[in-house]
């Protein structure tokens, strides 16, 4: 069991896009906060992220105090 996953969006062989989303087909209840990490941080990403099924977005490099947010708002 995970209580949180931070899915790179730029893998091999799928995107993290792909990805989610082939989970959420597969896996009914799936309810594991799922976030965007990309280098691709340019004005609009997050809500596309949102849009495309993660719980929040991080952009590279990550910033300690983005990360931490994150934890805390997912993790308490």
């Given at each position: 069991?995970?209580?949180?996953?931070?899915?790179?969006?730029?893998?091999?062989h799928?995107?993290?896009?792909?990805?989610?989303?082939?989970?959420?087909?597969?896996?009914a209840?799936?309810k594991?906060p799922?976030i965007?990490?990309?280098?691709?941080?340019?004005?609009?990403?997050?809500e596309k992220?949102?849009?495309?099924g993660?719980?929040?977005?991080?952009?590279?490099?990550?910033?300690?105090?983005?990360?931490?947010?994150?934890?805390?708002?997912?993790?308490?």
């Open positions: 069991k995970f209580d949180l996953i931070l899915m790179d969006d730029m893998m091999p799928k995107t993290g896009v792909e990805t989610l989303k082939e989970i959420k087909e597969n896996i209840d799936y594991i799922t965007a990490l990309t280098a691709n941080a340019i004005s609009g990403m997050k992220y949102l849009n495309d993660f719980d929040d977005y991080l952009a590279k490099p990550i910033e300690k105090m983005e990360l931490k947010r994150v934890l805390n708002k997912f993790l308490k």
